[in-house]
């Protein structure tokens, strides 16, 4: 049996799949849902859930909450601003005399699950399936995956939390042909996914999210406030963490009531904070927040190269959509009501359950793909950046394409394989590289086949095979298909902002390789065919021939061009008598 997980910055949930139905497992409180806080006490048994969070405001330096934030990271990436290491060391907590890192806390709260689920069901069950944000690098994802060994779990898949969601939604809808966007917001992470659902074959389009927005920086802002509204400042760990509780309380019982009372008896110094809280008020604070996610949503439908009418349903899943204000924004983004089908806290959790339930054959006719997140290619003879598969190509995928050498008595290709949106391949990501020798040869006699394959595991195979020899190469990419978020914002930004240069750079490249073919081609004809030509007529060749030469020196593109069309023009001549004179032998 395969639990399906979803192990969210701010609860977490498991459940199986049993006789036909996914199934979220409570515990002998009869609570499905555990929150990701850990407690370790100086001395005694690890507390995980509920009975940590009791402990959050007596012990707030032996409580950990948020862990997902960390984990996979780097001291001095996002999120690490608080913790103590060396730059570019792996993210640690010390609590007392122990240092954990967060697989360690992670592992905590996953073990707590799995006891959970083994309680329930009376037997051991030691396979899973861990959902993620879509926008986890390689780093977090392979962090959780190893929580989840510590945890005592093989870890099957690790699957995105909104194609998990997308997978709750779809599973009752197999025949429908649709386009769906997941809009999930939680405490900690924002993502938005396009997905099409086509007979049951569930197809990423597009993603774009961020992992540091939720609704932890929402409660951050209610804190802020609360305490401005009350005069009082605290800054004692144990007071900053009762206030920022109470701001959650309060927010979350503002998405029903209109106002409401925040009481805090001896905050801090003996000050006691009571003040009374509209929605009103909360959503002036809070909408800077939510609406950092529309460029983001906006960005994912440019990718799938959607318009939001093209959307069947905008599907709402994370706890902070339950916000009157997080509903109407989205409605204002994409001009229409959003799906409320789906229970915002359990349809991550139910799509896991099904994706294990689909690992074991459980669910045959659902398929799930994912897409690449950056373009694929190989560097060209002129240092251009050849695309074989584009961005966002769902995987698995395989294409190929056939190159000639480029130079007469050649020995041999070398095939960089890149990754990247820019036009020079020096701006792209070299990914690895294989050389493939021959004998020489004139130019274009040989021809080099590379093809690209991805397998369903996002693993990038490049095999290059010379056609007339058969010897081939191949080398495996691990990195193609999962890179990070801010890698990837990174690249994409750098298309934008460079567009005109690189186009301009694309162009002269390619008028430089067709300058360089053509200066040997006109001496050489030039040597065949002067004697037969008016003087003033080889002047005029070699006056241009020299002005192409003088824009490859300058590098500029417009000169470029415009001495190649003349240089053109005056060899018409040459092309003719060569002619003649082929037709005369
Ligand atoms: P995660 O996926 O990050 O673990 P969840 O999807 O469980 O998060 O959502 C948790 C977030 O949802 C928290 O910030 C919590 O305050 C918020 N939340 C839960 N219920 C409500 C509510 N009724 N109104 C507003 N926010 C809520
Ligand atoms: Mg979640």
Same mark, same amino acid.
């Given at each position: 049996?395969?639990?399906?997980?979803?192990?969210?910055?701010?609860?977490?949930?498991?459940?199986?799949?049993?006789?036909?139905? *996914?199934?979220?497992?409570?515990?002998?409180?009869?609570?499905?849902?555990?929150?990701?806080?850990?407690?370790?006490?100086?001395?005694?048994?690890?507390?995980?859930?509920?009975?940590?969070?009791?402990?959050?405001?007596?012990?707030?330096?032996?409580?950990?909450?948020?862990?997902?934030?960390?984990?996979?990271?780097?001291?001095?990436?996002?999120?690490?601003?608080?913790?103590?290491?060396?730059?570019?060391?792996?993210?640690?907590?010390?609590?007392?005399?122990?240092?954990?890192?967060?697989?360690?806390?992670?592992?905590?709260?996953?073990?707590?699950?799995?006891?959970?689920?083994?309680?329930?069901?009376?037997?051991?069950?030691?396979?899973?399936?861990?959902?993620?944000?879509?926008?986890?690098?390689?780093? $977090?994802?392979?962090?959780?995956?190893?929580?989840?060994?510590?945890?005592?779990?093989?870890?099957?898949?690790?699957?995105?939390?909104?194609?998990?969601?997308?997978?709750?939604?779809?599973?009752?809808?197999?025949?429908?042909?649709?386009?769906?966007?997941?809009?999930?917001?939680?405490?900690?992470?924002?993502?938005?996914?396009?997905?099409?659902?086509?007979?049951?074959?569930?197809?990423?389009?597009?993603?774009?999210?961020?992992?540091?927005?939720?609704?932890?920086?929402?409660?951050?802002?209610?804190?802020?406030?609360?305490?401005?509204?009350?005069?009082?400042?605290?800054?004692?760990?144990?007071?900053?963490?009762?206030?920022?509780?109470?701001?959650?309380?309060?927010?979350?019982?503002?998405?029903?009531?209109?106002?409401?009372?925040?009481?805090?008896?001896?905050?801090?110094?003996?000050?006691?904070?009571?003040?009374?809280?509209?929605?009103?008020?909360?959503?002036?604070?809070?909408?800077?927040?939510?609406?950092?996610?529309?460029?983001?949503?906006?960005?994912?439908?440019?990718?799938?190269?959607?318009?939001?009418?093209?959307?069947?349903?905008?599907?709402?899943?994370?706890?902070?959509?339950?916000?009157?204000?997080?509903?109407?924004?989205?409605?204002?983004?994409?001009?229409?009501?959003?799906?409320?089908?789906?229970?915002?806290?359990?349809?991550?959790?139910?799509?896991?359950?099904?994706?294990?339930?689909?690992?074991?054959?459980?669910?045959?006719?659902?398929?799930?793909?994912?897409?690449?997140?950056?373009?694929?290619?190989?560097?060209?003879?002129?240092?251009?950046?050849?695309?074989?598969?584009?961005?966002?190509?769902?995987?698995?995928?395989?294409?190929?394409?056939?190159?000639?050498?480029?130079?007469?008595?050649? $020995?041999?290709?070398?095939?960089?394989?890149?990754?990247?949106?820019?036009?020079?391949?020096?701006?792209?990501?070299?990914?690895?590289?294989?050389?493939?020798?021959? *004998?020489?040869?004139?130019?274009?006699?040989?021809?080099?086949?590379? $093809?690209?394959?991805?397998?369903?595991?996002?693993?990038?195979?490049?095999?290059?095979?010379?056609?007339?020899?058969?010897?081939? $190469?191949?080398?495996?990419?691990?990195?193609?298909?999962?890179?990070?978020?801010?890698?990837?914002?990174?690249?994409?930004?750098?298309?934008?902002?460079?567009?005109?240069?690189?186009?301009?750079?694309?162009?002269?490249?390619?008028?430089?390789?067709?300058?360089?073919?053509?200066? *040997?081609?006109?001496?050489?004809?030039?040597?065949?065919?002067?004697?037969?030509?008016?003087?003033?007529?080889?002047?005029?060749?070699?006056?241009?021939?020299?002005?192409?030469?003088?824009?490859?020196?300058?590098?500029?593109?417009?000169?470029?061009?415009?001495?190649?069309?003349?240089?053109?023009?005056?060899?018409?001549?040459?092309?003719?008598?060569?002619?003649?004179?082929?037709?005369?032998?």
């Amino acid at each position: 049996m395969i639990a399906g997980i979803d192990l969210g910055t701010t609860n977490s949930l498991i459940g199986v799949y049993e006789s036909g139905f *996914p199934t979220l497992l409570a515990d002998q409180h009869g609570n499905r849902i555990t929150p990701s806080v850990v407690f370790y006490p100086k001395n005694g048994e690890t507390l995980v859930g509920r009975e940590a969070e009791r402990q959050r405001s007596l012990h707030p330096d032996r409580t950990i909450s948020s862990v997902k934030r960390l984990i996979g990271r780097r001291i001095g990436e996002k999120g690490t601003e608080n913790l103590l290491g060396n730059k570019g060391t792996a993210a640690s907590i010390t609590i007392g005399d122990r240092i954990l890192t967060p697989e360690e806390i992670s592992s905590e709260i996953l073990k707590k699950l799995k006891s959970i689920a083994e309680d329930r069901l009376g037997a051991t069950i030691n396979r899973a399936v861990i959902t993620v944000p879509a926008y986890f690098n390689d780093a $977090q994802r392979t962090s959780t995956r190893r929580a989840g060994e510590l945890a005592g779990f093989m870890v099957e898949r690790i699957v995105s939390e909104p194609t998990a969601a997308a997978l709750a939604y779809g599973l009752d809808r197999l025949a429908d042909q649709s386009k769906v966007a997941v809009y999930d917001l939680g405490g900690g992470t924002f993502d938005l996914s396009v997905l099409q659902l086509d007979n049951g074959v569930f197809q990423v389009l597009s993603t774009h999210g961020d992992t540091q927005l939720g609704g932890d920086d929402i409660d951050e802002a209610i804190a802020e406030l609360v305490s401005k509204k009350a005069g009082i400042s605290v800054s004692s760990p144990a007071a900053t963490s009762r206030l920022k509780e109470a701001a959650r309380a309060a927010k979350e019982i503002l998405s029903t009531a209109d106002a409401t009372e925040v009481r805090l008896p001896f905050l801090e110094d003996n000050r006691s904070l009571e003040i009374s809280l509209t929605r009103a008020e909360i959503e002036q604070a809070s909408a800077p927040i939510i609406r950092r996610t529309r460029a983001l949503c906006m960005r994912a439908l440019q990718d799938a190269d959607l318009e939001t009418t093209d959307l069947d349903q905008v599907i709402l899943v994370g706890g902070s959509t339950r916000m009157p204000l997080v509903r109407n924004f989205v409605k204002e983004i994409f001009g229409r009501e959003p799906n409320l089908s789906q229970h915002p806290d359990e349809s991550v959790a139910l799509g896991a359950i099904l994706q294990g339930a689909i690992l074991e054959g459980n669910l045959q006719n659902v398929a799930l793909l994912d897409v690449t997140p950056l373009s694929l290619g190989i560097e060209t003879f002129g240092g251009l950046m050849n695309v074989i598969i584009p961005r966002n190509t769902t995987i698995p995928a395989k294409a190929g394409e056939m190159f000639t050498n480029a130079v007469t008595g050649q $020995q041999g290709m070398r095939i960089s394989v890149l990754q990247g949106e820019r036009e020079l391949a020096s701006d792209n990501w070299m990914l690895g590289s294989l050389e493939i020798p021959f *004998p020489p040869s004139p130019k274009g006699a040989v021809r080099v086949g590379v $093809q690209f394959s991805i397998d369903a595991d996002g693993i990038l195979q490049v095999l290059a095979r010379d056609t007339s020899t058969g010897s081939e $190469q191949i080398i495996e990419i691990k990195s193609a298909v999962e890179v990070s978020d801010e890698a990837v914002e990174a690249m994409l930004a750098g298309s934008l902002e460079h567009a005109f240069e690189d186009m301009d750079a694309r162009i002269f490249t390619e008028a430089r390789l067709k300058a360089e073919e053509m200066l *040997p081609a006109v001496e050489d004809a030039l040597a065949q065919l002067g004697s037969d030509l008016p003087e003033q007529e080889v002047a005029e060749i070699l006056r241009h021939a020299a002005e192409v030469r003088a824009a490859l020196v300058l590098k500029e593109t417009k000169r470029l061009k415009l001495t190649i069309a003349a240089l053109d023009e005056s060899t018409q001549i040459l092309a003719t008598k060569l002619i003649e004179k082929a037709l005369k032998a």
